[in-house]
């Protein structure tokens, strides 16, 4: 497979396009457990008809001289790879990862899970990508085991984080002038669907079958995929979760640009004292601990547009046509990063400018809306529910198959206390897990909402079309229509969608803004 990298002259960042694929099929194998990829053999461990492969390196550990650099080929091992255990997530500020994983820089790892029952050709292959903003999550939060019981190999990996993973001082430029550099946490996830390319056969995977997901900075960075030229050609479907950091629309969440990445690095630098941008300071900050790194990260942590990785703002290139043209699966839910601030109404309504008053007939049209749920439902609508309907109508403009959802479902025993589907809720369904997170909790109804989402999921990896057996039917999206796929309480439907002309109203401002007015 010729080098997607080598398309914009860049030899730096390597792990390996450039050999033939490595993996020994999975029909070879003497055990469905123990397979050899790049690297060495690996045994992972067969329970309830899947096979689990955990903590497999797929680049060496970033750490000292190989800190802010672009992930290195893996090291080859000797003997048996003992596959059956996450390893340590990304270093990060709020660690939500188990105790028993715990957090390092040495986390470039990933996961592969697969039936266990063998297949008479390739499966198609799912690479989740996790979200937490840019900054927290770890691959270790997401067992794929119930979509590989579905029929596909799902690969789930970590990718540095905060200032390990989105850092880009002037040193770096003068280390290597012509390596893209600041997106690191991009660039791990690029090196894990080069892996992928080259090793999923070994699972009986297909690498001409590969879907890319995320959820909420994960959808971002699937976005980045679809809009980076360093990612053509390393998947063929992209589903977006409630896509953040970036969204589709640019004004959400700007992207910033090197020279205010490299400055705040600076300013980094010198708050640890640490002057110039040379190879000694460099040298200083490569050897700062990792506890002294992880202090005082932002919780917004911007990618970059460093003209390599990122060379515009997705919405950019989105508009002009430039995105790898593959199908799509988009949507949001309900309540979705429903967290807005505003103090009063009449700051909330000023948000939408010389619309404001068409806001307050839409949102509030008796007056007696709380703040609370029109923060909730205003944020939500702007941050996630119209961007990602903006994204299934420019795709949609490019002649790409896409598939506009939306995810209202709330548990039964939550639907007294939670009005809506909030942010990352929609998760343990699409991963078909209702049954193995909510445990008692989950209703039978609940169950069998996993079961339909999951479906929609795992069809669409398999074919790009996520329609099939006795579940409702999903049209591609109609821009003149749009219509939605919706997860109700009640069922899945599709339709005109409830909340079109909040959203209408949205895309109004957002398309003012763009025009300057």
């Not at 040298?283 to 990792?290: A, H, I, N, P």
């Not at 343990?428 to 999921?457: E, K, Q, T």
Request: with cysteine.
């Amino acid at each position: 497979m010729r080098s997607v990298l080598a398309t914009v002259g860049v030899h730096l960042f390597v792990v390996g396009l450039t050999l033939a694929r490595f993996a020994v099929p999975f029909a070879a194998a003497d055990s469905p457990t123990l397979v050899e990829i790049e690297g060495g053999k690996v045994e992972g461990r067969s329970a309830d008809n899947v096979i689990a492969f955990k903590g497999i390196p797929f680049a060496r550990p970033p750490v000292g001289a190989l800190r802010w650099r672009p992930p290195q080929p893996v090291e080859a091992w000797q003997g048996v790879l003992q596959a059956r255990e996450f390893q340590t997530n990304c270093v990060q500020p709020f660690s939500a990862a188990p105790p028993s994983v715990g957090i390092s820089e040495d986390c470039l790892y990933l996961n592969v899970w697969r039936p266990a029952s063998t297949a008479e050709r390739p499966l198609p292959a799912m690479v989740w990508i996790h979200g937490g903003g840019l900054i927290e999550g770890g691959a270790s939060l997401y067992p794929g085991d119930g979509l590989a019981r579905l029929g596909l190999v799902f690969v789930s990996f970590n990718y540095r984080l905060g200032r390990f993973g989105f850092f880009a001082h002037p040193a770096l430029a003068r280390e290597t002038p012509a390596a893209p550099r600041g997106n690191y946490g991009y660039m791990d996830q690029i090196a894990a669907l080069q892996w992928v390319q080259r090793n999923i056969a070994a699972f009986g995977g297909d690498p001409d079958n590969v879907t890319i997901a995320g959820e909420s900075a994960g959808g971002g960075s699937a976005l980045i995929m679809m809009t980076s030229p360093m990612a053509r050609g390393l998947f063929h479907r992209a589903i977006l979760q409630s896509p953040g950091v970036p969204t589709p629309r640019a004004g959400v969440m700007l992207l910033r640009d090197l020279a205010a990445t490299e400055a705040i690095a600076v300013e980094y630098a010198r708050s640890v004292g640490i002057e110039g941008d040379d190879d000694a300071a460099l040298g200083k900050l490569r050897t700062l601990s990792t506890a002294t790194l992880n202090k005082s990260v932002e919780w917004y942590q911007s990618p970059v547009i460093d003209g390599h990785l990122i060379v515009e703002a997705p919405e950019a290139a989105l508009r002009a046509g430039r995105q790898a043209k593959v199908p799509v699966i988009v949507g949001a839910n309900d309540l979705d990063l429903a967290d807005g601030q505003a103090k009063n109404k009449d700051e909330l309504f000023a948000a939408f400018g010389p619309l404001a008053s068409q806001a307050r007939a839409l949102y509030d049209p008796q007056g007696d809306t709380s703040l609370e749920a029109l923060n909730q439902a205003v944020f939500a609508d702007r941050t996630m529910v119209e961007p990602s309907r903006f994204l299934a109508e420019l795709t949609t403009k490019a002649g790409q198959p896409a598939y506009l959802y939306r995810f209202s479902y709330v548990p039964e025993l939550r639907r007294s206390q939670i009005s809506g589907a909030t942010h990352d809720s929609e998760i343990v369904f699409a991963f078909d897990r209702v049954a193995a997170v909510m445990r008692d909790n989950a209703s039978a109804a609940d169950i069998a909402m996993g079961h339909m989402m999951s479906s929609y999921w795992a069809a669409f990896v398999m074919k790009g079309d996520p329609n099939g057996d006795e579940r409702p039917d999903w049209p591609r999206y109609d821009p003149a229509l749009r219509h939605v796929l919706n997860f109700t309480n009640t069922g899945v439907t599709f339709g005109a969608d409830p909340l079109k002309a909040r959203l209408d109203l949205w895309s109004s401002v957002w398309e003012r803004a763009v025009e300057g007015k």
